[in-house]
Structures are given as C-alpha cells and as structure tokens.
C-alpha cells in the first residue's frame, strides 16, 4: 500500500524561503512523474512544477526563477526549494507522484495530504 507524506509547510516572512517534501513508501517500483499543485484562498487549484521522469523540469510563470523542484529517486522523495517568497505564495501545497509498483503496470497517480504555506510579515 502506497502512502506519500508531504511536509515543510509553515509561516515565513516575504523573501524568506521552505522546502516542501514529498516521500512515498510502500511497494514502490518506481516514480515517474512528480509535481506541486498550490491552491491559494479563494483561488483554483494550479500547477505550480513539474518534474518527469528523465529530471526535466517546468513552473509555472509565477513562480520561475524563485521554485526548483527535484527529486531523490533512492529516497522515493521529491522537493519543492522555494525562495523569495511573497505574499502571492500563500496557499496550500499539494504533491503528486506518479508511482508505478511493478514493472509491467501503468503509474497510478498519488496525493499529498496537502501543507499549508503562509507568507506574511
């Protein structure tokens, strides 16, 4: 049974920065796809990154040069660096992995719990 653990979410001053965690355990062949979705208040859920399979990366306008997103394959982990944070960033922060759990088998797609990020002074 697949369980993805999301964490590094917390109160931040702007400018300042986090580092969101995304680690899934449980009878994994591999990850494929990983990513971030943020959903500020009173807003739609949006794709904030994306990483594939091979390590390339994209962001969404917002967020490029400030967010890099990686991955640890050994550690079935991906990451969210956020820097230069502003008051646009509050939201809370939903991972994905696509995991497949055997070789032969299409990835099924995995949800963090959610982690709240706020920026405020």
């Known amino acids: 049974q697949v369980h993805l653990v999301e964490s590094g979410g917390d109160l931040v001053q702007p400018g300042g920065s986090l580092r969101l965690s995304c680690a899934a355990s449980?009878?994994?062949?591999?990850?494929?796809?990983a990513g971030w979705y943020r959903q500020g208040p009173g807003k739609e859920r949006d794709l904030v990154a994306h990483i594939n399979s091979v390590g390339s990366t994209n962001y969404a306008d917002s967020v490029k040069g400030r967010f890099t997103i990686s991955r640890d394959n050994a550690k079935n982990t991906a990451y969210l660096q956020m820097n230069s944070l502003n008051f646009e960033d509050t939201a809370v922060y939903y991972c994905?992995?696509?995991?497949?759990?055997?070789?032969?088998?299409?990835?099924?797609?995995?949800w963090g719990q959610g982690t709240q990020v706020i920026v405020s002074s």
């Open positions: 449980g009878g994994i062949f591999s990850i494929t796809d």
């Open positions: 994905f992995l696509n995991i497949k759990q055997r070789w032969d088998v299409a990835p099924i797609n995995y």
